[in-house]
């Protein structure tokens, strides 16, 4: 299985918290994406990365945003988070030229 | 975007029963994944089979692209087998988004 990284695995917070939720492989991999899922549901691409200094936003609007700054690093961030926040976030990477799409664990937030 | 459809929704089953999962797809594939989401949310590769089939232990699937389906076969179920199992599929691009079905949630009882 590939080594791709999530934290936290979990989060509680309150309503207009500042959160940042990370994701990194060793892989090398130059894709990366965020998916949204909320229970019982499909995953919703949201974000996605082909390379350093690269983002654009998926289809799902969402009031997240990302950066690469570096290959192995792709976090998401959340400036004043809020009950509609509530979800699964799952990070994936892909190598450049390649199909196959690796998960990490996910982050399961919770917005109160 | 490309629709996926994932059948059956729910599926209950004794301990060593076998079933099948069918996905079905709306427009021309390059590429289809198989995962099985664990009940702690994790997504675990499956299968990469854009067309034909595999096998991987009681675990086995075949994609007809042409006819724009693919079937994943378990064999003698067990419990730990219980989870939402999802398809995926891309058309290739330079991005390779995945689009996934709303999945299939097995439970298996002892």
């Known amino acids: 299985e590939a080594d791709i990284y999530q934290t936290p695995r979990y989060l509680v917070i309150g309503t207009g918290k500042k959160i940042t939720l990370e994701c990194s492989q060793t892989?090398?991999?130059?894709?990366m994406y965020w998916y949204q899922q909320d229970p019982g549901m499909e995953l919703h691409l949201i974000h996605y990365?082909?390379?350093?200094?690269?983002?654009e936003k998926g289809d799902l609007s969402s009031e997240s945003t990302v950066s690469r700054i570096r290959t192995e690093h792709f976090p998401l961030t959340l400036e004043s988070a809020r009950p509609s926040h509530t979800s699964q976030y799952l990070c994936a990477s892909s190598v450049r030229g390649g199909d196959i799409q690796y998960f990490g664990a996910g982050t399961r937030l919770s917005v109160l | 975007g490309i629709q996926v459809e994932q059948s059956p929704p729910d599926l209950i089953l004794q301990e060593g029963a076998n079933s099948t999962l069918r996905c079905n797809f709306s427009d021309s594939v390059n590429n289809l994944q198989w995962f099985h989401q664990n009940p702690w949310g994790q997504l675990i590769n499956l299968f990469y089979?854009?067309?034909g089939t595999k096998q991987n232990g009681r675990l086995s699937a075949t994609t007809v692209a042409t006819e724009r389906y693919s079937l994943l076969y378990i064999s003698s179920s067990q419990t730990t087998d219980s989870g939402v199992y999802f398809c995926a599929v891309n058309r290739g691009s330079t991005l390779g988004r995945l689009y996934f079905g709303r999945g299939t949630q097995l439970t298996v009882w002892p």
């Open positions: 990365s082909y390379g350093v200094n690269s983002t």
């Open positions: 089979i854009p067309s």
């Open positions: 892989m090398g991999h130059d894709k």
